[in-house]
Nanobody, 116 residues
């Protein structure tokens, strides 16, 4: 079993920045990929970015250049640095972890609101 705890969401003005954190506990030894998804109001959940144990990353095409995913393996933590935020980035952001057996876990979600 894996537990994911997210933090760092909040209200930010357009053009601002936020950094989200997600710390894994439990059977995190089996995790080989972590990532962030988001669900804007009235829309489906979508991939933001993901990172493997080896550091390989992939991003939603529309977010490349503004968002950066990174991880600290010693802290079992993955980060999402979000810059130049826009109102359309408003969403609930969810942390995701996938283990070597392709089993997936989700965090509880953290709200990010971009508004003046």
């Amino acid at each position: 079993q894996v537990e994911l705890v997210e933090s760092g969401g909040g209200l930010v003005q357009p053009g601002g920045s936020l950094r989200l954190s997600c710390t894994a506990s439990g059977s995190f030894w089996s995790i080989n990929r972590m990532g962030w998804f988001r669900q804007p109001p009235g829309r489906q959940r979508e991939l933001v970015a993901a990172i493997t144990n080896g550091g390989s990353t992939n991003y939603a095409d529309s977010l490349k250049g503004r968002f950066t995913i990174s991880r600290d393996n010693a802290k079992n933590t993955v980060y999402l640095q979000m810059n130049s935020l826009k109102p359309e980035d408003t969403a609930i952001y969810y942390c995701n972890a996938v283990n070597m057996y392709d089993r997936s876990w989700w965090g509880q979600g953290t709200q990010v609101t971009v508004s003046s």
